[in-house]
């Protein structure tokens, strides 16, 4: 099946600090890219679709100058957590989509603490 | 926007069946999806259901049911590797096929 990798899967930053997560799809195109965060025990929160070569769309709530969202190439996606926060620590997932299949595949996960 | 509820945990026994429900409000419909997830994992997709009726996959089954906005996963011959998070996914009718999740039902299996 297609196989998305995120990285990195851990990571530890300081309070005010930009943390960037990749996600990228290996064996196929993907022109739509989804983030997702999930809190402990909580289920995924869609947070914004990625569009390759467009603005993302990002869910109400969700602020667009926090996380940045550039899909530059039809086979990667990036989240940037600007000026981190205790309150942004959370578990964040890419997924993607092969254009003619219906399923979605997943990124292994970025577990993000920010002390 | 989507209503999706499912039930926050279920406990069986090993060998036993175990079924999900899963019922959805919304204002567009276009497939429901069931994933699996272990804890500090991503998902994996198990399933899904476009038209009514049940998809049988090996010891997994899932039923869907347009008109009542209802569906469950059954899990057979349960095994303590199925001990997991399971998460009921609509899918929105708009251009990107976004998921919408419900908040997930924690399987335990017991020995």
């Known amino acids: 099946g297609a196989v998305v990798s995120q990285h990195p899967s851990r990571v530890i930053c300081k309070s005010g600090t930009s943390v960037k997560i990749e996600c990228r799809s290996l064996?196929?195109?993907?022109?739509?890219m989804f983030w997702y965060r999930q809190f402990p025990k909580q289920s995924l929160m869609l947070m914004a679709t990625s569009n390759e070569g467009s603005k993302a769309t990002y869910e109400q709530g969700v602020e667009k100058d926090k996380f940045l969202i550039n899909h530059a190439s039809l086979t990667l996606s990036t989240l940037t957590v600007t000026s981190a926060h205790p309150e942004d620590s959370s578990f964040y997932i890419c997924?993607?989509?092969?254009?003619?299949?219906?399923?979605?595949?997943f990124g292994s996960g970025t577990q993000l603490s920010v002390l | 926007g989507q209503n999706i509820d499912q039930p926050t945990e279920m406990t069986a026994t090993e060998g036993a069946i175990v079924q999900i429900n899963c019922t959805y409000q919304t204002s567009g419909f276009n497939g429901l999806f069931w994933y699996q997830q272990h804890a500090g994992e991503a998902p994996t997709f198990l399933s899904y259901?476009?038209?009514?009726g049940l998809e049988e996959k090996g010891r997994f089954s899932s039923f869907l049911s347009r008109s009542k906005g209802y569906s469950y996963l059954l899990l057979k011959e349960l095994q303590m590797k199925d001990s997991a998070s399971y998460l009921c996914a609509v899918k929105e009718q708009d251009s990107w096929g976004k998921l919408q999740f419900g908040a997930g039902t924690q399987v335990v299996v017991t020995p």
């Open positions: 064996d196929f195109q993907a022109t739509t």
């Open positions: 259901n476009v038209l009514d």
């Open positions: 997924s993607a989509r092969e254009s003619d299949y219906e399923k979605l595949f």
